[in-house]
């Protein structure tokens, strides 16, 4: 096919799934002229799997992409159908926010947000090839022949990458959703020495609204109580026409009919070849793992507010057709329900991690980044905060700039990132609360004061906003001080108050502060008795009182954080000789060699690598002995 010159950008983003449109956005709003290419401008941030944002830690990576000034949380809270917050008898570390979309008006509301925006051009194609010289990025080939130049390129084509859906034994080609899938990008990669995996990931079947028998199910209602993604989004906003979701289970005689086509399930007679996600089985892999288990839930979800397609989660599968008929009759609710979508699993290629620099940059490749499903992960608010973070590295490559590398200790996006590009991953990557070590100092409520002024500083969080925050950070400082000067007397009132709440009488006076700290004291009850001149707006007092309540175990965080930061400044050199270290056990060796860390906290958290080994790094380099391999 003959080529012709298309046009020229500073960036060229491949793929407008969560990834892609974050990394659009955030490279056009930075100023870079910015190309958004996709195979379909009608699957533009689609959500082929369970339509909702957030949960947990997903849902503090929604906030932080808010922070930052990214779109995922002012987009969810446009579209919401459902607002619930989780874990609400639990500690704010853990609390988590989680919004059911109605899936079509999110996917039109950000393409409409892209199709609107300074610098950024969304166009429909295939690329096919990547233009490399002399290990240099410098555009993009489509299936049509037009050649697209640019500075940066990143790559987001998510479960595109040569994807497969399997169904029984029927196996195709093809992206999610049935959409066109992208082969010779794979092939272009492969080409220019990437290695390359295979995933797996699925969904459950899509039943009838209308032929669910709900009555016999549980209700999940939304939250009355005002919340959103986005730090912009006022309460006034808050929708109070909410639609519920519905829980459900499997039974005995569901399990029964799964063992009896295990014979015909292909992830069990190897049909399904890629590595599926832990975290997120297949019903007939939950009943082989689980089998002492006599139910498993199973959530029915509106995919919308206009379209009767319900989304039965936790019922992931990619048993025969006629299975899984019969499977959603089996289950309570779902007798007599007609099925209009079928469950599939769908394989496809990675960039396995450690080919990434922490900024997503590939090492291989100079000015080529990658984000999203491509680099291992699952889940739509994964993708997103990789694709925000290439974005924004890839603009700041083009000036001429430092990346930004989010720290473990700023982020769940930075905790993610340096898990893949540090620990790699051999299954589909998927964020937990575990994972994060400082995860008290990494809260759903206190993102804008981790991110905003760093968002500021990039040019994606506006000046509004970064007054907001200044205003709103003011104010919980003001508040945190008169707590801590305002002194409660043991007064009649406010003795039969604790005798009430079954706390400790007053012996003395008290300082607000240290009355505030009581497990079984609110902001709410402490204003009672020492009340402020003006009002505490709501997510000031939510600030203070966890702020308060915590000191010390926030305090013993950040002494932490302190401690990795002074390894995290220790740089080591490129092209390190790790070889010629004498000393250094051979599993460090080969770790260092493959992960090559950018800094001695980085070679730390290195599976195989010892304390050990990095002192005797640490020494190496301070003394200036190591040699190093010629570029």
């Given at each position: 096919?003959?080529?012709?010159?298309?046009?020229?950008?500073?960036?060229?983003?491949?793929?407008?799934?969560?990834?892609?449109?974050?990394?659009?956005?955030?490279?056009?709003?930075?100023?870079?002229?910015?190309?958004?290419?996709?195979?379909?401008?009608?699957?533009?941030?689609?959500?082929?799997?369970?339509?909702?944002?957030?949960?947990?830690?997903?849902?503090?990576?929604?906030?932080?992409?808010?922070?930052?000034?990214?779109?995922?949380?002012?987009?969810?809270?446009?579209?919401?159908?459902?607002?619930?917050?989780?874990?609400?008898?639990?500690?704010?570390?853990?609390?988590?926010?989680?919004?059911?979309?109605?899936?079509?008006?999110?996917?039109?509301?950000?393409?409409y947000t892209i199709e609107k925006t300074d610098n950024l051009i969304l166009r429909q194609g295939i690329a096919e090839d990547l233009i490399i010289?002399?290990?240099?990025?410098?555009?993009?080939?489509?299936?049509?022949?037009?050649?697209?130049?640019?500075?940066?390129?990143?790559?987001?084509?998510?479960?595109?990458?040569?994807?497969?859906?399997?169904?029984?034994?029927?196996?195709?080609?093809?992206?999610?959703?049935?959409?066109?899938?992208?082969?010779?990008?794979?092939?272009?990669?492969?080409?220019?020495?990437?290695?390359?995996?295979?995933?797996?990931?699925?969904?459950?079947?899509?039943?009838?609204?209308?032929?669910?028998?709900?009555?016999?199910?549980?209700?999940?209602?939304?939250?009355?109580?005002?919340?959103?993604?986005?730090?912009?989004?006022?309460?006034?906003?808050?929708?109070?026409?909410?639609?519920?979701?519905?829980?459900?289970?499997?039974?005995?005689?569901?399990?029964?009919?799964?063992?009896?086509?295990?014979?015909?399930?292909?992830?069990?007679?190897?049909?399904?070849?890629?590595?599926?996600?832990?975290?997120?089985?297949?019903?007939?892999?939950?009943?082989?793992?689980?089998?002492?288990?006599?139910?498993?839930?199973?959530?029915?979800?509106?995919?919308?507010?206009?379209?009767?397609?319900?989304?039965?989660?936790?019922?992931?599968?990619?048993?025969?057709?006629?299975?899984?008929?019969?499977?959603?009759?089996?289950?309570?609710?779902?007798?007599?329900?007609?099925?209009?979508?079928?469950?599939?699993?769908?394989?496809?290629?990675?960039?396995?991690?450690?080919?990434?620099?922490?900024?997503?940059?590939?090492?291989?490749?100079?000015?080529?980044?990658?984000?999203?499903?491509?680099?291992?992960?699952?889940?739509?608010?994964?993708?997103?905060?990789?694709?925000?973070?290439?974005?924004?590295?890839?603009?700041?490559?083009?000036?001429?700039?430092?990346?930004?590398?989010?720290?473990?200790?700023?982020?769940?996006?930075?905790?993610?990132?340096?898990?893949?590009?540090?620990?790699?991953?051999?299954?589909?990557?998927?964020?937990?609360?575990?994972?994060?070590?400082?995860?008290?100092?990494?809260?759903?409520?206190?993102?804008?004061?981790?991110?905003?002024?760093?968002?500021?500083?990039?040019?994606?969080?506006?000046?509004?906003?970064?007054?907001?925050?200044?205003?709103?950070?003011?104010?919980?400082?003001?508040?945190?001080?008169?707590?801590?000067?305002?002194?409660?007397?043991?007064?009649?009132?406010?003795?039969?108050?604790?005798?009430?709440?079954?706390?400790?009488?007053?012996?003395?006076?008290?300082l607000a502060a240290d009355f505030l700290r009581r497990p079984e004291i609110s902001y709410q009850e402490v204003v009672q008795f020492a009340p402020?001149?003006?009002?505490?707006?709501?997510?000031?007092?939510?600030?203070?009182?966890?702020?308060?309540?915590?000191?010390?175990?926030?305090?013993?965080?950040?002494?932490?954080?302190?401690?990795?930061?002074?390894?995290?400044?220790?740089?080591?050199?490129?092209?390190?000789?790790?070889?010629?270290?004498?000393?250094?056990?051979?599993?460090?060796?080969?770790?260092?060699?493959?992960?090559?860390?950018?800094?001695?906290?980085?070679?730390?958290?290195?599976?195989?690598?010892?304390?050990?080994?990095?002192?005797?790094?640490?020494?190496?380099?301070?003394?200036?002995?190591?040699?190093?391999?010629?570029?």
């Amino acid at each position: 096919m003959e080529r012709y010159e298309a046009g020229t950008f500073d960036v060229i983003v491949v793929g407008a799934g969560h990834a892609g449109s974050e990394a659009a956005l955030a490279s056009a709003r930075m100023g870079a002229s910015t190309l958004l290419l996709t195979i379909n401008l009608d699957m533009v941030a689609f959500m082929p799997c369970n339509p909702s944002v957030g949960g947990p830690a997903k849902g503090v990576v929604v906030r932080e992409i808010d922070a930052l000034g990214g779109e995922m949380g002012r987009n969810i809270d446009k579209t919401y159908i459902q607002m619930r917050m989780l874990n609400t008898g639990k500690g704010p570390a853990v609390r988590a926010l989680r919004a059911q979309a109605d899936k079509f008006l999110y996917a039109n509301e950000m393409k409409y947000t892209i199709e609107k925006t300074d610098n950024l051009i969304l166009r429909q194609g295939i690329a096919e090839d990547l233009i490399i010289e002399n290990g240099i990025c410098e555009g993009i080939v489509t299936n049509t022949g037009a050649i697209y130049r640019s500075k940066a390129v990143v790559l987001t084509a998510g479960t595109s990458s040569r994807g497969q859906i399997i169904i029984g034994e029927l196996k195709y080609s093809s992206g999610p959703n049935n959409s066109q899938p992208s082969i010779k990008l794979s092939e272009s990669l492969l080409r220019n020495g990437f290695e390359l995996a295979r995933f797996k990931t699925g969904t459950p079947p899509r039943v009838k609204g209308s032929t669910i028998d709900y009555s016999v199910t549980e209700e999940q209602p939304g939250d009355e109580k005002p919340n959103h993604f986005s730090y912009k989004t006022p309460d006034s906003l808050y929708l109070k026409d909410q639609l519920s979701c519905w829980l459900t289970y499997s039974n005995e005689k569901t399990h029964e009919i799964i063992q009896a086509n295990l014979h015909r399930a292909p992830m069990f007679t190897g049909i399904v070849e890629g590595v599926g996600a832990r975290y997120c089985p297949s019903i007939e892999d939950k009943i082989v793992r689980f089998s002492d288990k006599p139910r498993h839930q199973l959530f029915l979800e509106p995919e919308g507010r206009n379209t009767e397609e319900v989304y039965v989660q936790g019922l992931s599968t990619s048993l025969p057709e006629d299975v899984q008929l019969e499977m959603i009759r089996s289950i309570e609710g779902l007798e007599n329900a007609e099925m209009m979508r079928t469950g599939y699993a769908i394989e496809y290629d990675v960039v396995v991690p450690h080919q990434l620099r922490p900024s997503l940059e590939t090492k291989t490749v100079e000015n080529l980044f990658t984000a999203g499903q491509m680099n291992g992960t699952s889940g739509y608010e994964e993708a997103a905060g990789q694709g925000l973070m290439a974005g924004i590295n890839a603009a700041l490559k083009i000036q001429g700039k430092e990346p930004f590398i989010m720290k473990r200790s700023d982020g769940y996006i930075g905790v993610m990132i340096d898990d893949l590009v540090t620990k790699g991953t051999n299954e589909p990557y998927r964020l937990l609360t575990s994972r994060a070590e400082y995860r008290l100092l990494l809260r759903h409520d206190n993102a804008d004061f981790r991110l905003t002024e760093i968002g500021h500083e990039l040019g994606l969080a506006d000046e509004e906003r970064y007054q907001d925050y200044l205003v709103k950070k003011a104010a919980v400082e003001a508040e945190i001080k008169r707590l801590n000067s305002v002194r409660l007397k043991p007064h009649a009132e406010l003795q039969a108050f604790l005798v009430e709440k079954g706390s400790s009488p007053l012996k003395d006076g008290i300082l607000a502060a240290d009355f505030l700290r009581r497990p079984e004291i609110s902001y709410q009850e402490v204003v009672q008795f020492a009340p402020a001149e003006i009002a505490v707006a709501k997510e000031v007092a939510e600030q203070v009182e966890i702020q308060v309540k915590y000191e010390g175990y926030i305090q013993k965080a950040f002494e932490k954080v302190a401690k990795m930061k002074r390894m995290e400044s220790k740089r080591i050199p490129e092209r390190i000789d790790y070889e010629a270290i004498n000393g250094l056990a051979t599993e460090a060796k080969q770790k260092l060699i493959k992960i090559q860390p950018e800094t001695i906290a980085q070679a730390s958290r290195i599976s195989g690598v010892n304390p050990a080994d990095i002192s005797i790094l640490m020494v190496y380099i301070e003394q200036g002995k190591i040699a190093k391999v010629e570029a």
